[in-house]
């Protein structure tokens, strides 16, 4: 250790040092495993002797689950339950070209002409009839919100369903609230 210049953790302070260096990591980490690494990476950076892999990975999956707790209090506080279950509704409502909003609103704007702007206005429109442009989520970091929209665009409609109530809401939220950000 005196060589390589490596510290070693002091134990009640190291695990409260550990947490809070994965709450600092949490904002930018895409899952659990993202976590860890980022967590890893900067014990090693700052020379610091990594506890077990174990002990890092729990305290990972625990501060995680933490932030997808307070991603959904978030969700809850700002967005009231009458546009969360409307919004929840009109996303797996068939849609005129689509077989659901969801699949149109997934589909990117295509090359620039009238059509594909007709398109964007009708999806602002609908967007904006959810009232999402109201929604308060600055407490969810954009990159995680984006990691929510992405998760709920990767699994197909079906699958979706399946997924806990509180994950889906917040998952949708975030998709329709990046999906207007990115209009």
Known sequence: RDVTGVQTCALPISELQLEQILRSLAGGAINVDDLFSAAVQWLYDKKTLIPGDRRVRDLARRVFADLEEKAYGTVRKNVPAAQR???????????????????????????????????????????????????????????????????????????????????????????????????
């Open 85 to 183: 279950k409307k919004a929840l509704a009109a996303l797996y409502t068939k849609h005129e070209d689509y077989a659901t909003n969801l699949q149109w609103l997934r589909i990117p704007p295509r090359k620039a002409g009238p059509s594909t702007l007709e398109d964007s206005y009708a999806k602002v429109a609908f967007l904006k009839d959810l009232k999402v442009h109201e929604w308060k989520l600055e407490a969810i970091s954009s990159l995680r919100q984006k990691v929510y929209s992405q998760a709920l665009v990767d699994r197909p409609p079906s699958a979706s369903r399946l997924v806990s109530d509180a994950q889906q809401m917040v998952e949708v939220v975030c998709f329709l609230k990046v999906t207007l950000e990115e209009m």
